[in-house]
């Protein structure tokens, strides 16, 4: 019999490694949503001087990929600097496992966004943010990359839900090709201004349906 | 593979009745001919003895007689034949515009959204929170122009049942022909042609421990339908294509074998794993409705994890049930019929269905319900959205 998944796959979906909630974490990450499908969460302990992760805990909301490779994510960015954890990549957790069946991509790119967004909220949180990188479309676009599209199945940026992007002066305007009484609109809609909103020099975001 | 494999996904298909392969054994090693007339030779003769047999014994199930029964390859071409062919004989006559439920299995709603491509007009009615058509949307979807209204007696997923007597009844009224694809009710919910006015019904053999790939349409006399399936004179010339009688006299086995005592079991088994789930497992939702439900289905959503993780983790320990969620279909779209129900994704990703047949056991439901217990306090101790 052929399962879609390897040994290893299996064997860390089984026995997933350095699971469960880590109190007054230096780090958190949540990727995902429950109103589409997979959601994880990283929490990182990092050592001041020596910016190393010395222990990281996921939670998981998600199939046996998301799973699986949120699982293997924290092994390998355990004893790491956070700067070598950032560039800890699907393709290296994929490769990892032993592959995982293509159409689960999204399911796994997941627990990678989870470590570098839990970084990412060590290094704002303890000052390590240097220079704040001004708004761009590029920055909104790779924030719409964690949105998804739950009638595809992957994020609506790739699945062209989003048709514009424009920023001036601090105010977003998002333009989605879906009529605003379409039963995903307000989960869609709730999802994109909790990516946006949050970027230090945004100030208002419309979020505008196409009737 | 286990020892013992508990199979609970029996509206998937379920296990061939060793009863029923008895019967279908002598049409392909005995009676192997083609069914011929009268004038034939007498293998031939037999075999349409078979096959006519096997046709009475659907017809009378339903209070049909022989001839309103055409055997198909299965529910699938049964629902295409139906609904194609009455649009093929009423499209110059009377119009273009089908109506269907939101909930309909894929043989019914990609058949009418493909339709809907080649230029015919198409309503979808919604359902309530049980999974029931409304009743009102169907009234006011049916126009001057529409031929057919096609709405399951029993949905594959949820097991909500509908009530074909208040259906039909409108259909009747608004002078259209009214199909129901009773895939998932046939034989376990009974069904009279003579008292419920529908004109066209699918069945099915594989979900009653029958054979796969045969099924039938009830066809209700004088109902205007025009062969959808080319080919030879077959069926009363309603459809080419050799008969296969093992095939239907295996179903007609199937259906007998069938009975009103075999409902009860399977009722008990679906009341009971409802109850122990409810008593013993926290935060659950049973998906479709309490009374209205088919006897073999039970559909509950276990919050806060996802269904591809669990049947996985039930697989691992020889138990197969199925799941609405996303990541568990290969099209990794979430369950049409959750997501009509008014669910959101959350409700369809943690999903479990549990469809009982003739060869499982209380045992079967107790084990299973251990194992969710162990598996979703398992699953739900690594969710984030748990609150531990």
Redesign the interface.
């Known amino acids: 019999m052929k399962f879609p998944y390897t040994e290893k796959v299996l064997e860390h979906f089984k026995n997933p490694r350095n699971v469960g909630k880590m109190e007054n974490p230096d780090g958190k990450g949540l990727e995902g949503s429950p109103a589409c499908g997979d959601m994880v969460a990283v929490y990182l302990q990092v050592d001041p001087d020596t910016h190393i992760i010395e222990d990281i805990k996921f939670e998981s909301y998600g199939c046996a990929s998301n799973i699986a490779t949120a699982s293997i994510i924290t092994e390998l960015a355990k004893g790491k600097t956070i700067e070598e954890a950032k560039k800890i990549s699907w393709q290296e957790a994929t490769d990892q496992l032993g592959g995982l069946p293509p159409v689960k991509a999204h399911c796994s790119v997941l627990a990678v966004e989870g470590l570098r967004a839990a970084i990412r909220d060590y290094e704002e949180k303890h000052g390590l943010v240097t220079e704040q990188e001004p708004t761009t479309v590029d920055v909104i676009r790779s924030r719409l990359k964690h949105v998804m599209n739950p009638m595809a199945g992957l994020d609506i940026v790739r699945t062209e839900l989003v048709t514009k992007m424009e920023i001036n002066d601090g105010v977003v305007r998002i333009l989605i090709d879906l009529p605003s009484n379409h039963q995903f609109a307000t989960n869609i809609k709730e999802e994109v201004l909790e990516k946006i909103e949050s970027l230090w020099d945004v100030k208002e975001v419309n979020v505008v349906f196409t009737e | 593979?286990f020892d013992k494999m508990i199979y609970l996904d029996n509206s998937a298909s379920t296990r061939l009745d060793e009863k029923v392969m008895d019967a279908m054994k002598p049409y392909y090693f005995d009676t192997y001919a083609v069914a011929t007339s009268e004038f034939g030779y007498s293998m031939g003769i037999e075999a349409k003895e078979g096959l006519e047999e096997a046709r009475e014994t659907i017809a009378s199930s339903i209070g049909a007689s022989a001839e309103e029964i055409v055997f198909t390859s299965g529910d699938t071409e049964a629902s295409n034949m139906a609904i194609k062919g009455v649009l093929a004989a009423l499209k110059k006559k009377k119009g273009e515009h089908i109506v269907v439920s939101k909930i309909e299995d894929f043989s019914v709603l990609n058949t009418a959204k493909n339709l809907e491509k080649l230029g015919y007009g198409v309503d979808y009615i919604s359902v309530n929170a049980e999974g029931i058509v409304d009743l009102d949307e169907l009234k006011s979807k049916i126009r001057d122009d529409t031929v057919l209204v096609s709405i399951q007696h029993a949905n594959q997923e949820i097991g909500t049942l509908q009530d074909l007597d208040s259906i039909a009844k409108i259909c009747k009224e608004k002078d259209v022909l009214f199909h129901t694809d009773a895939t998932h009710s046939y034989a376990r919910v009974p069904i009279d042609v003579s008292k419920t006015p529908v004109d066209l019904i699918s069945m099915s053999a594989h979900t009653i421990h029958g054979p796969r790939g045969v099924g039938a349409l009830y066809v209700r006399k004088g109902t205007p339908l025009d062969k959808w399936m080319d080919g030879g004179f077959q069926e009363t010339n309603r459809r080419g294509g050799l008969e296969n009688i093992p095939g239907a006299v295996g179903f007609a086995k199937a259906v007998e074998l069938a009975t009103e005592k075999e409902t009860e079991f399977l009722v008990s088994l679906r009341d009971y794993t409802i109850k122990r789930v409810f008593e013993e497992i926290p935060h659950v939702t049973l998906n479709g409705c309490k009374t209205q439900r088919t006897p073999q289905n039970a559909n509950i959503t276990f919050h806060?994890?996802?269904g591809?993780?669990m049947t996985?983790?039930l697989d691992?320990r020889g138990f197969a049930v199925s799941t609405g969620?996303?990541?568990?279909s290969?099209s990794?779209?979430?369950s049409h019929v959750i997501?009509g129900i008014g669910g959101?994704?959350?409700r369809a990703?943690g999903s479990i269905r549990f469809t009982f047949g003739r060869y499982n056991s209380m045992e079967d439901v107790d084990a299973v319900v251990e194992a969710i217990k162990e598996i979703v306090s398992q699953l739900r101790?690594?969710?984030?959205?748990f609150n531990?």
């Open positions: 593979m806060y994890v996802e591809e993780s996985l983790h691992m969620s996303a990541c568990f290969r990794l779209e979430a997501l959101d994704h959350e990703h101790a690594i969710s984030p959205l531990k």
